[in-house]
């Protein structure tokens, strides 16, 4: 059963129509200017790093009790974005879960064009796997969005040249599948309070040079064995829904696992809705996906059971 907060805060969402004038600069702007006026959470400490010539954010809980470390990958359709509209939502992330992250500053279409968004992810990815406050064992991949999409390519890409894993990984509101084919873009096109698929359809507008069926852009059609535990949190009203759906019964046909999580009547990455009760309620559920995947082995010539 929804929240009286959701029904609230649902009738107040500026459902977007593919019939904007507003030029993609000017959304960009916009999104930035609002981003200005949302505080981080106060027990959550920030500090900025280039990291292999990239811009980075770190943000740590203010009494740290867990090793791992977050890398969070922004949505925003990949022409979108920054980390600075989604600090606040990344910095409740930590504060939530306990562990901090690193969100950082990839390159956007259709200025830099795709995949040098994912170039930059897996380059973070692998410089933080390489150092000895991150190891391996100690890193996971999350992401919204389009951001969401980025994890999965990412680990694709980690897994065909033989390198680092993350030791899990989660989405929100995943976008898998930039062909738009998913039956959700039609069942739920009146459900969904934010997106539409004829917004969607100008979105891809973006990317008319290049093919939206290759897997690196649409990691669904990318094979998919071999890849860590993932979390797939998906509200079902939004039209993104079947990606979620789909790529979890490929994952399930490739021998691997994804926990997924289908939220009632939620909408389009509504964890980023701060006085959302449902979205505490994601949050906690990330935190509860890592725990469990970051959970020590205990070895049986040390550790004694008792």
């Known amino acids: 059963m929804p929240s009286e907060e959701s029904k609230s805060i649902r009738q107040h969402i500026h459902k977007e129509t593919g019939e904007s004038d507003t030029s993609l600069g000017e959304e960009r702007r916009a999104w930035i200017d609002y981003a200005k006026s949302q505080s981080t959470h106060p027990n959550v400490e920030l500090l900025s790093e280039i990291i292999d010539g990239i811009p980075c954010l770190w943000l740590t809980p203010s009494v740290r009790s867990k090793d791992s470390t977050i890398l969070y990958i922004h949505g925003g359709g990949l022409v979108d974005g920054a980390i600075i509209t989604h600090r606040e939502f990344v910095s409740r992330l930590v504060a939530e879960t306990g562990y901090r992250a690193l969100m950082i500053e990839y390159r956007l279409a259709p200025e830099h064009k795709f995949p040098a968004a994912l170039d930059d992810v897996v380059r973070v990815f692998e410089s933080l796997s390489t150092t000895e406050k991150s190891g391996e064992s100690q890193l996971i991949l999350g992401g919204d969005t389009s951001g969401g999409g980025l994890v999965i390519s ?25 062909t738009l084919s998913g ?11 934010c997106l539409s698929h004829e917004a969607l359809i100008a979105w891809t507008k973006h990317f008319a040079d290049q093919d939206l069926s290759d897997e690196h852009i649409s990691p669904l059609f990318a094979a998919l064995q071999d890849l860590p535990p993932i979390l797939l949190q998906v509200g079902d009203h939004e039209v993104w829904l079947d990606d979620s759906l789909r790529f979890k019964k490929k994952i399930d046909g490739s021998k691997g696992y994804a926990k997924l999580s289908v939220w009632e ?26 725990d469990k995947n970051t959970m020590k082995v205990p070895n049986p010539s040390t550790d004694i059971a008792h």
């Not at 680990?155 to 995943?174: D, H, Q």
């Not at 039956?183 to 096109?189: D, K, L, P, Q, V």
């Not at 389009?268 to 890592?290: D, K, N």
């Open 265 to 290: 009547s939620m909408w389009h990455v509504w964890p980023m809705y701060s006085t959302l009760p449902e979205a505490a309620e994601a949050l906690r559920e990330i935190g509860a996906f890592i």
């Open 154 to 178: 990412a680990m694709v890409r980690l897994r065909k040249e033989n390198k680092k894993l993350p030791r899990c990984a989660f989405t929100i509101s995943g976008v898998f599948d930039m």
């Open 183 to 193: 039956n959700s873009m039609e069942s739920r096109n009146d459900l969904d309070p």
